[in-house]
């Protein structure tokens, strides 16, 4: 696909262009095409879900994050999250970092109606685009944390709570030196797992083939994750709830690949 079109997600400190659309709405650079970012871990620091990335706020961003930002975006407070007090109700809660410019954030929302979404985004336009979306089609099942996803995690979000876990086109770190920054290290996904309940999913997605190779070597190393894909490649298809992004759809018409990973919480992990 052609990332310098598509942000990601990065993975030292900022927030780096996701890649969603706005476009179309969608993960910083992980808009999963649009302006997010996630987090990577980095030797000797510790491991962040974003890098900043400067961006432009339109009138129509700027507008929903003034009268929609005091109901959807929650303050980092360093205490465990009520879910359903959060939501108004009891229902199963994914978590995705770096959604970018919101656009599948935002349809995933519509089609599994029945759950709740939590999103972490540090780049303000993404958050104004996806508080947009939120207005103008009525989503009630998003709230939105404008900050790091890892502190996030580790003070707000409850051990053992989480029915899925979101992580699409993050950055790749293409050159072999800036690997060791790509967010999806083994330290990470232990984070998450801990945070997934027993059952709970944990789905990535890349159109970066190096970058979902190494995804698929470290899920598979987990001791508590198992595969859910039946695929020799190990890889799944992509699931019908996680629509297509307008860079991501251009890249599979020039014929560029696109993976998605779907593993499980083992029900008798460890806490489980």
Known sequence: ??????????????????????????AGEGDHEDAGREGASHP?????????????????????????????VLPFKAEPLDFEATFGRKAPVVFEIG??????????????????????????????????LIGEQEIPNIRIFQHDAVEVLDGMIPTGSLAGVHIYFPDP??????NKRRLVQPQFVAKLV??????????????????????LEVLSADPDLVNTSARADGYSDKPDYRPLTKFEHRGLKLGHGVWDLVFRRKADAPGA
């Open 1 to 26: 696909m052609n990332h310098p079109a598509q942000p990601h997600q990065d993975a030292t400190g900022g927030d780096v262009a996701n890649n969603s659309d706005d476009a179309d709405a969608g």
């Open 44 to 72: 000797r620091a510790r491991i962040r879900s974003f890098v900043v990335r400067a961006g432009r706020m339109g009138t129509g961003q700027i507008k929903a994050l003034a009268e929609l930002g005091p109901r959807f």
């Open 99 to 132: 959604f970018g410019m919101g656009g599948p954030t935002a349809q995933i929302a519509r089609t599994l109606a029945d759950h709740d979404f939590i999103g972490c985004e540090v780049h303000e336009p993404g958050v104004g685009a996806l508080l947009k």
């Open 173 to 178: 770190w293409h050159k072999k030196r800036h």
């Open 194 to 215: 801990r945070h997934l309940a027993p059952g709970g999913y944990l789905h990535l997605a890349t159109d970066w083939e190096p970058y979902a190779q190494q995804m």
